[in-house]
């Protein structure tokens, strides 16, 4: 009985109508992919923000400090090659005095990371576009000029995480 109900030309006329008024409908993107349960959004972003966060958080508090520490003994590298000779020109110390006083001054931003996140990367972030401005200046250190802004992105992504977690 189920079979003749289905197939009245009645039926099938109203069946037509409903699925060319579906079809006229906007696409949405439930009809394709319906939604599968998972996790909470919140709690996966919170986790997951916590730790990029703590990640570019140890990242930008030790490479500052090792860098600046190694100023004075240059165990990873002379680092008065990296001073262009354009502003080593300017200075009115000798450029290896001058890259002393970088090295604290990249000691203090690694402290300042540890001590407020939020604006340590911000400080970071500055400091590695004046060491950019610094390498375009010298040609062959263009690769590295490109290194340090990638880790200027960073420092930003640190500062707004930073703030995001009222650190």
């Given at each position: 009985m189920n079979e003749t109900k289905a197939s009245t030309p009645a039926r099938l006329l109203h069946r037509s109508?409903?699925?060319?008024?579906?079809?006229?409908?906007?696409?949405?993107?439930?009809?394709?992919?319906?939604?599968?349960?998972?996790?909470p959004a919140a709690a996966l972003s919170d986790s997951a923000?916590?730790?990029?966060f703590q990640i570019l958080y140890?990242?930008?508090?030790?490479?500052?400090?090792?860098?600046?520490?190694?100023?004075?003994?240059?165990f990873l590298v002379n680092w008065d090659q990296y001073l262009a000779p354009t502003i080593a020109g300017f200075l009115p110390v000798n450029p290896h005095t001058f890259m002393?006083?970088?090295?604290?001054?990249?000691?203090?931003?690694g402290i300042?990371?540890?001590?407020?996140?939020?604006?340590?990367?911000l400080v970071v972030a500055a400091w590695l576009w004046g060491i950019i401005v610094n390498l375009l200046l010298i040609p062959g250190y263009?690769?590295?000029a490109l290194r340090d802004f990638g880790l200027s992105l960073g420092a930003l992504a640190l500062a707004r995480l930073g703030h995001h977690l009222g650190r």
């Open positions: 109508f409903t699925e060319v008024f579906a079809m006229a409908q906007p696409l949405r993107r439930d009809a394709f992919a319906p939604e599968s349960p998972r996790v923000v916590r730790h990029a140890f990242g930008f508090i030790v490479a500052p400090i090792v860098a600046g520490i190694d100023k004075f003994f240059h002393l006083a970088v090295g604290v001054i990249e000691v203090v931003a300042l990371v540890a001590v407020k996140p939020s604006i340590g990367g263009f690769d590295i």
